[in-house]
Nanobody, 117 residues
Framework: QVQLVESGGGLVQPGGSLKLSCAAS????????LAWYRQAPGAQREWVGT???????IYASSVRGRFTISRDNAENTVYLQMNSLNHEDTAVYYC???????????WGQGTQVTVSS
């Protein structure tokens, strides 16, 4: 079973940047799509963006141009670089691995991002 551990969250001022990491327990890049989601207080979990198994990236319109997903194959880690952060980006951020073989989903525990002055 794939295990995912997010890190890198914290408090950042509006306009600032933060880079989240999602470390996987095994090499998942060939057989999985990796996605980032977020959940603000009182809101439903929201899709942020996805890196497909072949490395293509797609983003929600609310973060496109500000957030970037990348990966380090050697470290089995996917990243979410977040720039120009604003209050609406405050949320718990989760990564998810979705198997392209059997559609199994695996979630991390989440990391809190707070944008505040």
């Amino acid at each position: 079973q794939v295990q995912l551990v997010e890190s890198g969250g914290g408090l950042v001022q509006p306009g600032g940047s933060l880079k989240l990491s999602c470390a996987a327990s095994e090499n998942i890049f060939r057989g999985y799509a990796l996605a980032w989601y977020r959940q603000a207080p009182g809101a439903q979990r929201e899709w942020v963006g996805t890196m497909t198994h072949n490395g293509a990236t797609i983003y929600a319109s609310s973060v496109r141009g500000r957030f970037t997903i990348s990966r380090d194959n050697a470290e089995n880690t996917v990243y979410l670089q977040m720039n120009s952060l604003n209050h609406e980006d405050t949320a718990v951020y989760y990564c998810k691995a979705s198997s392209i073989i059997d559609a199994s989903d695996y979630w991390g525990q989440g990391t809190q991002v707070t944008v505040s002055s």
